[in-house]
Structures are given as C-alpha cells and as structure tokens.
C-alpha cells in the first residue's frame, strides 16, 4: 500500500530532551516535507526537501533540522525541544512536479513540558 | 506565512443539504487545492485546479476558481455525516513551486 508512516504518532518528553520524529514513504517521491499544525494557523511548513541530500527551509524552521540522506526517509530532528513546539506535526511527499498531489502522514502529536 | 483564508470558519448542517467552503489568498498561483482532514488525522487530498481552469468536479465536490477576486469555492452536494471533518484550501505560488500555503480550515459538521 502506498504510503507515508511516521513515528512515533505520539510522544510526551521534557525541555532540552533531543527527539527525532521518523518519516518514511514507500512511493518513490522526490519531494518531501515537513509541517506543523497549530489551533487557528492551519499547517506551516518547516522545511522540505527536493531530492536527497537537497533541503531548504520553509516558513518556520527555527528550532528544527532535517536530513535526506536516502530517498524514502526524511526525519525532522528537535536538538533541543522546547514547549512552543509542543504541536501536530505532519510529514508530506509527492512525486516531484508542483502540480502532484501531495500524501500526508497520519501526524505525530508532540507535547513538550 | 497564510496565504489561503477559508470562510466561514466552522459550518454546520444537515444531512442532505449542500456545504459551501470559500477561500480566499492573496499572491498570483500556479494551482490551488483542497484537502480534507478528519479530527487529528492526515490530510487528504481532494481535488487541484489549475490557475487556468474555472471549475472542476469530483463526484460531489465542485470547486470553482475566480482569479481576478483571488478566490475558490468547494461546494459538497447531498452532504453526509462522513463529510464531517475539516476542509483546507492550500496554494501553490506562481514563483514559489516548492511549497504548498494553507489556509486555516472550514470546520465543517453534518448532523444526520
């Protein structure tokens, strides 16, 4: 089944605690993403990336890395957690031309205390 | 940045009646598209329109673009309490093709 996982879907953990949030899709895409949602804002992206080892940031990446070192994983990395990135995160991919349409992840929900 | 802005922010019907979702942006766009997600989950992928198409249909989603007023509509027909979710406008930038701009949402609920 085509699909993007993530993991995990849930997660609780403290200030300053490194965390990474997994993403994988199993349909070949050359472009992935990142986004946060937040009550009343609707989704922001954080970063994407065009293709492996090729990444940019997006709207809100302050406090986020990323890395794309094979095709069909791009993990988001909190070095340093804090709870205003306590949010509903959403990995994203999709073929490549900007006219594709875009599978989302399930969403993993993170609670920084 | 938002670059879509849905309206209204939360629609409730009944079941049967038509739902009308507006959305609104603000820079020239290569496409607009809708999504769909139910409480907490992923978004769905419903349908795109192209900034030079004027009206395009999926089953019982219409969804019109006016690029002048910089506006789109999605119209769910013959609704359903499975069309409860919420719906989010996303826009693809005439110059920006590497990221999608969504808008709020519609909440949308439809009580049988």
Redesign the interface.
Known sequence: EAQ?TQNPRYLITVTGKKLTVTCSQNMNHE?M?W?RQDP??????IY?S?NVEVT?K??VPEGYKVSRKEKRNFPLILESPSPNQTS?Y?C?SRPGG??D???????T?LTVL | ??Q?EEDPQALSIQEGENATMNCSYKTSI??L?W?RQNS??????LI?I?SNEREKHSGRLRVTLDTSKKSSSLLITASRAADTASY?C?T?SSGG?????????TRLAVHP
């Open positions: 993007v472009y993403s986004y009343g804002l609707g989704l922001r992206q994407y065009m940019d997006g709207d509903l959403f994203a900007f006219t349409t875009q599978y989302f992840g399930p969403g929900r | 940045s938002q879509g290569n496409n598209q999504y907490g989950r992923g978004l769905v992928h795109l192209r989010f996303a693809v093709y590497n990221k999608l701009i969504f808008g709020a949402g």
